[in-house]
């Protein structure tokens, strides 16, 4: 699918949320930042002219078992989120995770984007961490859902291109790129993460997580090959 980019809007935008967000990192904190910036991307995806458009609907999760990436702060937003659910909820939604990992984990990103995984935060065709998803998720739109379910049947088929609203998918991008080089500005790792195996690992030592995030430190040494750090390792490593 062709589209003609918004040069103009585009630039507009990314200018705004890349000045708004770096105000709000520095008051607020890289976290809740990420929070006000989500909720704003969500407004702007809103009111996008094409956004009547989308055929993405609550109960419709063929792209909730895509891979994920997510950066840092995303995690220690998730991470947050999942503590206001039950204790139940938490526990099957950890369980998940780490089923999740002993699957991602050794892929490679191509082999990554070929295999299917159920999100760990879907349940009964919902997304139980809707307010806090990450914005690979908020970023996932298309206007006919065929081109995603087909993409759910046939995960080594890399030729399917689903159909996306161009307002909503050039918002989506610029708003992303602009909060991301905010938190770059500010000296934070905005390296690109697969969800499960990243949570799995924060979710190990949130407080030693979020101390290292927010002293500018990378959480995820070992994916970027320096080894497991011990306070953060598992039995089953």
């Keep these: 699918m062709e589209i003609v980019i918004d040069l103009a809007m585009v630039r507009q935008l990314i200018a705004q949320e890349r000045r708004q967000a770096g105000e709000e990192i520095s008051s607020l904190g890289p976290v809740r930042a990420c929070e006000q910036s989500q909720h704003r991307h969500d407004a702007r995806l ?60 050794p892929l490679d990103e191509l082999r990554r984007v070929q295999t299917n995984v159920k999100c760990p935060f879907l349940l009964e065709g ?62 934070y790792d905005t390296g690109v993460y697969e969800m499960n195996t990243a949570l799995s690992i924060a979710m190990r030592n949130p407080q030693l997580a979020k101390q290292r995030f927010e002293s500018k430190q990378s959480i995820f040494e070992h994916l970027a090959g320096a080894g497991v750090d011990a306070e953060f390792a598992s039995e089953d490593e």
């Design 46 to 105: 809103a009111s996008a002219p094409d956004a009547a458009t989308l055929a993405c609907k609550a109960g419709c999760s063929w792209c909730c078992h895509f891979t994920v990436d997510v950066r840092a702060f995303e995690v220690l937003r998730l991470l947050e989120f999942i503590d206001t659910l039950s204790a139940a909820e938490r526990e099957r939604v950890r369980m998940e995770i780490e089923n999740n990992r002993r699957v991602m984990e």
């Design 126 to 187: 919902r997304c139980t961490v809707y307010d806090a998803r990450p914005q690979t998720c908020r970023n996932y739109h298309a206007t006919d859902a065929a081109g995603c379910q087909r993409s759910f049947e046939e995960p080594d088929n890399l030729d399917i291109d689903p159909e996306f609203a161009p307002g909503v998918y050039q918002r989506s991008g610029a708003h992303v790129e602009a909060f991301a080089q905010a938190m770059k500005d500010a000296g």
